[in-house]
C-alpha cells in the first residue's frame, strides 16, 4: 500500500438535506443513460467479473441492475482517522492502494489488485477485522459502463402514515444505527455496518421494500464512464 495525504475538502458524510437532491439527480443522470445508450459492454466475461455478483438499486420503483467489480471499492470507518492510522491499519494489504478521501471524511475510494471479485471479498474479510474499520465495498457498474461506488450510509424518508415504532423495528431487526435525523421532515442518514444484515445498498433496499418509506436510497459517489 502506498503512503497517501488528505486532499483539502469537504467531508461527504453528514450531508444535509440539500446533498440529498444531488444524490437522487445523480441516480436520475444513471437512469436515463440506461434508457438512452445502447452501447452494452460485451466482455464481461473476463478475470475482474468472476464470481462477482449482481446488485440493484431503486430509481422510483424500477430496479437498476448492477454488475460487482473487484478492482475498485471504497472502505468506510467509525471515525475520521489520520493518514498516518490509515496507512498502519493497510499495512499488511500491499494489494490495496488508496486514491481518494475528502478531507475530514471517514470514506476511501481505494484500488485493489485482485483477480476476481472472490479475491476482493477475501481481502476485505481480513481488513473488516480491524475494530475501527465500519466496513468495504466493491464498486459497481451499470450495464452502461457507468461506474460507482457506496459508503457505509443510505438515506431514507418515512413515508406520513409510518410510525417510529415501525421504524425503529427495522433498525433493531437489521442491526443499523440512525446517525442522523429530521423528524420533522422525516429524514434518516443510517449506517449499514459490517454487523448489519446487509451494507448499505442492500439495507436501502430492505428499508424500502418495506413499503414504509417515501424513498431509500444508498449514498453513491464517484460516478463516472468506464470504456
Do not use: W
Not at 445508450?37 to 437498476?64: A, F, M, P, S
Not at 438515506?155 to 415504532?165: A, F, G, R
Not at 420533522?184 to 451494507?199: L, V
Request: hydrophobic content about 35%; some cysteine.
Amino acid at each position: 500500500m502506498k503512503n497517501f495525504t488528505q486532499p483539502n475538502d469537504d467531508s461527504i458524510i453528514y450531508q444535509k438535506i440539500s446533498d440529498n437532491i444531488m444524490q437522487r439527480f445523480s441516480i436520475a443522470l444513471i437512469a436515463a443513460a440506461q434508457m438512452f445508450i445502447g452501447c452494452d459492454k460485451n466482455d464481461l466475461e473476463n478475470d475482474l467479473y468472476i464470481e462477482c455478483g449482481t446488485r440493484y438499486y431503486y430509481y422510483g420503483t424500477e430496479k437498476v441492475f448492477l454488475t460487482e467489480i473487484s478492482n475498485m471499492g471504497s472502505i468506510s470507518f467509525y471515525d475520521i482517522l489520520s493518514p498516518e492510522i490509515i496507512n498502519e491499519i493497510l499495512e499488511n494489504h500491499p494489494e490495496v492502494e488508496i486514491l481518494s478521501s475528502p478531507y475530514n471524511s471517514r470514506h476511501y475510494t481505494i484500488s485493489i489488485d485482485s483477480k476476481n471479485c472472490f479475491e476482493t471479498d477475501e481481502i476485505f474479510n481480513s481488513i473488516k477485522k480491524d475494530s475501527r474499520v465500519s466496513n468495504c465495498n466493491k464498486f459497481l457498474m451499470t450495464k452502461e459502463s457507468f461506474t460507482f461506488g457506496i459508503t457505509d450510509v443510505f438515506i431514507c424518508k418515512l413515508k406520513s402514515n409510518t410510525t417510529h415504532d415501525q421504524l425503529m423495528e427495522l433498525i433493531k431487526k437489521n442491526e443499523v444505527e440512525i446517525l442522523k435525523q429530521d423528524t420533522e421532515i422525516h429524514h434518516y442518514i443510517i449506517r449499514a455496518d459490517k454487523k448489519s444484515n446487509g451494507d448499505a445498498l442492500e439495507m436501502a433496499n430492505t428499508f424500502f421494500e418495506s413499503g414504509l418509506f417515501e424513498y431509500s436510497e444508498a449514498n453513491l459517489f464517484g460516478l463516472f464512464r468506464t470504456f
